[in-house]
T-cell receptor, first 110, second 113 residues
Framework: SQQGEEDPQALSIQEGENATMNCSYK?????LQWYRQNSGRGLVHLIL?????REKHSGRLRVTLDTSKKSSSLLITASRAADTASYFC??????????FGAGTQVVVTP | DGGITQSPKYLFRKEGQNVTLSCEQN?????MYWYRQDPGQGLRLIYY???????QKGDIAEGYSVSREKKESFPLTVTSAQKNPTAFYLC????????????FGNGTRLTVT
């Protein structure tokens, strides 16, 4: 069963625009992680946010976590064509076991 | 250059044949994982191993088998008992410390006809 559910399933934007995707989950977590996957490749880790953190930044990426609503968001600012990929959230329980969502497919057009 | 190597990138087999997917890591990570990814879906955990000579079933272990004889290697065998084996298979490793991310290989796409 999938713990994280991303929304939207697909997102199409133009270069320079911001892209926001959301992740909701059902049970308590130790941390939440965001990964990126280019077509036909493995996943690459982007950001890990712990359950006691509310916001984290990395370059053009901003992640928020609201444990009261059991939700997280990933914002990509000033998007580029190279940001075209699928983005997955994954929640880790206290044992470290990860559950992945189905992903958001982002297409950035020049 | 540390990382995870999965081979081959593409694999074709006839129905009824067992096939083994290779996964090797030189990151000195204790834990290794196998995931299955179907089109438009997330990753589902097949098997994982937290230490050499020990492994546990994940959520969809039926029809698969693994071994962990060496820290660096975690091969996955897709047996003929797996009813729908065509998928993208991803191997990952983890250093074993809390709040650390997974490191993934580039996957093996298996097609069974």
């Amino acid at each position: 069963s999938q713990q994280g559910e991303e929304d939207p399933q697909a997102l199409s934007i133009q270069e320079g625009e911001n892209a926001t995707m959301n992740c909701s989950y059902k049970t308590s977590i130790n941390n939440l992680q965001w990964y990126r996957q280019n077509s036909g490749r493995g996943l690459v880790h982007l950001i890990l946010i712990r359950s006691n953190e509310r916001e984290k930044h990395s370059g053009r990426l901003r992640v928020t976590l609201d444990t009261s609503k059991k939700s997280s968001s990933l914002l990509i600012t000033a998007s580029r064509a190279a940001d075209t990929a699928s983005y997955f959230c994954a929640t880790a329980d206290s044992w470290g076991k990860l559950q992945f969502g189905a992903g958001t497919q982002v297409v950035v057009t020049p | 250059d540390g990382g995870i190597t999965q081979s081959p990138k593409y694999l074709f087999r006839k129905e009824g044949q067992n096939v083994t997917l290779s996964c090797e890591q030189n990151l000195n990570h204790d834990a290794m994982y196998w995931y299955r990814q179907d089109p438009g879906q997330g990753l589902r955990l097949i098997y994982y191993s937290q230490i050499v000579n020990d492994f546990q079933k994940g959520d969809i272990a039926e029809g698969y088998s693994v071994s962990r004889e060496k820290k660096e290697s975690f091969p996955l065998t897709v047996t003929s008992a797996q009813k729908n084996p065509t998928a993208f298979y991803l191997c990952a490793s983890h250093p074993g410390t809390v709040n650390s991310p997974l490191h993934f290989g580039n996957g093996t796409r298996l097609t069974v006809t």
